[in-house]
């Protein structure tokens, strides 16, 4: 069972006392904690910093919501849910701005695990720790969630309040630019590198180490294109001290089954489990020891019938896929594991009588993909299922690395080439050189040419994986050129309108109660 979800009993949310009578001061509520008579020991800091990765497990994080909006803006992915607002959100069309299913969950949820963080680092140098390694961990630790949960706040929103200190309800935190957000995120895992331990043992999976701190910094510091940067920190994951800790898994499937986790293949994962077998959905209370520490990330991708099918994936993903033939003369693989959808069967005769999520295709879904990736064996699907979510994973490092390469150099450099082609021939496709679809030689002599395949084995390496939108952002989607050949690829883009689109409404309420937040332009 899943190591770090066992640690995860909710910890009391520590609610700051306010200015007020001093004589209230005087009355301790034996049946609830407070910051006079929390945070005074070791243990409490261990519990503090527990109860941020509490926050994975709800639905405007790790639990289900995420998935859906960062897939479903992405070109890869597309909504038919029943639910309106949950639909039209992966479409661009924010009619209500207080939509609580996403847009208030996911902001509330990632500033309370934010939150958690900033009480664990104001408290913990008030304490004498028995180990000053175990306290320069736990600060580790902290600092790699605050910048995790940062990083994707400003991948949806870009410009969001920067609160770094334990704050209060009456406090009116100020709105800073993306670049300064980056700049925190930046600074976070730079001392976080230097506090986590390189390897953890198997009780303590789920808990980030050095190389998950310079996987989330490289893509950090490749978002605003201080390519630099991100080149030292993939320098040390693959040609440093982390190829002993991080290799590309044999079987590409191991990625995403939950029988195969926190493998080589593994910067960063979400630890789920079923030891709290609740029913439809969690409770709202943030303090109930009981909730659930699943995922419905297979319930939120399953057909109508079988699940919610509330995201799915468009058909380009299988095109691309069939566009180039293993060196077996079969398909990639990788589409198996990725996607169901009606031409399978035959494309996969490897593989007979295929069942989708335990049941036959249905002929009625007609040219429509479903999300395969993420599936278990469970039979009839369950609300919530324990397989990990792979956050950070090596092939996208490799990829990540070679793009890097080619940006600080006028030609794609040898390396570059290398990564690619060990992302390839795992799959057992050919060497990009040898591509009997693509023009290798074109791609591995030439800048741009390398740059626009990136995209190409970015999206199928990666796809559903809650990448594609950041990629997007990075390669400037903000652009009309750019956004013309990506409508070809999915119609909802018609609605993405230059300078808004870029990032989500921010929650109304949240605007109204906080003069120093300004609506994003043009909503």
């Known amino acids: 069972m899943k190591k770090i979800a066992n640690y995860i009993v909710l910890c009391v949310s520590i609610t700051l006392l306010s200015s007020c009578d001093s004589s209230l001061l005087d009355i301790q509520n034996e049946n609830t904690l407070s910051t006079g008579v929390f945070w005074k020991t070791e243990a409490d800091i261990e519990s503090g910093v527990v109860s941020i990765y509490n926050m994975f497990y709800r639905q405007g994080t790790w639990t289900r919501n995420i998935y859906t909006q960062m897939t479903g803006m992405a ?3 597309v909504s038919y849910a029943g639910w309106t607002e949950l639909n039209e959100y992966t479409k661009f069309i924010f009619t209500d701005y207080n939509f609580a299913e996403c847009n208030v969950k996911i902001w509330r949820e990632h500033y309370i695990a934010i939150f958690r963080a900033n009480q664990v680092l104001d408290n913990i140098d008030k304490i004498t720790f028995a180990n000053e390694t175990h306290k320069q961990d736990l600060i580790g630790q902290a600092k790699f969630l605050r910048a995790f949960y940062y990083f994707y706040l400003t991948t949806l929103w870009d410009n969001v309040p920067l609160v770094l200190k334990t704050s209060s309800a009456s406090d009116q935190p100020k709105q800073v630019t993306t670049e300064e957000v980056f700049a925190q995120i930046e600074a976070d895992l730079e001392d976080a590198v230097t506090k986590l331990p390189a390897i953890r043992d198997a009780k303590e999976y789920g808990r980030p180490t050095k190389g998950a701190a310079y996987g989330l910094l490289a893509k950090t ?3 605003h294109h201080k390519w630099e940067n991100a080149k030292k920190c993939l320098e040390w994951l693959v040609d440093g001290e982390g190829k002993a ?5 044999p079987n590409w499937a191991d990625n995403f089954s939950n029988r195969t986790e926190n493998n080589k293949e593994s910067l960063f994962e979400i630890q789920f489990s079923l030891m709290n077998r609740v029913g439809f959905d969690q409770t709202n209370n943030y303090l109930d020891p009981n909730a659930q520490l699943g995922t419905q990330i297979e319930m939120n991708q399953a057909p109508a019938g079988i699940g919610w099918n509330n995201i799915e994936a468009r058909r380009w993903l299988v095109d691309y896929f069939k566009r180039e033939k293993t060196t077996e003369g079969k398909n990639d693989i990788r589409l198996f594991h990725t996607l169901w959808y009606d031409g399978a069967s035959s494309d996969f005769p490897e593989y007979p009588n295929q069942l989708i999520y335990g049941k036959p295709w249905n002929s009625d879904w007609g040219n429509r993909v479903f999300i395969k990736k993420y599936s278990t064996d469970a039979l009839p699907l369950y609300y919530w299922n324990d397989n990990n979510f792979r956050s950070l994973r090596y ?9 890097v390469l080619n ?3 006028t ?4 390396k570059a080439v290398e990564c690619v082609n060990r992302v390839r021939n795992r799959v057992k496709l050919p060497n990009i050189e040898n591509s009997t679809y693509y023009n290798g030689t074109q791609i591995t002599t030439n800048k741009e040419a390398f740059r626009e395949h990136l995209k190409i084995e970015r999206g199928l390496e990666l796809a559903m994986e809650c990448v594609r939108w950041i990629d997007l952002k990075r390669w400037g989607i903000n652009d009309a050129n750019t956004l013309t050949s990506i409508k070809e690829r999915d119609s909802d883009f018609n609605n993405f309108v ?3 689109s870029i990032r989500m409404p921010i929650p109304q309420s949240e605007v109204d109660n906080n003069p120093n937040l300004k609506q994003n332009d043009q909503y």
């Not at 800790?245 to 898994?249: M, Q, V």
């Not at 030609?411 to 040898?414: D, G, I, L, N, R």
């Open 75 to 77: 070109d890869e992915g």
């Open 221 to 223: 510091y490749a978002q």
């Open 245 to 249: 800790y991080y290799d590309l898994r």
């Open 395 to 403: 092939a996208d490092m490799l990829l990540l690395y070679a793009e």
């Open 407 to 409: 940006e600080l150099n």
């Open 411 to 414: 030609t794609p450099p040898a």
């Open 498 to 500: 230059l300078g808004k």
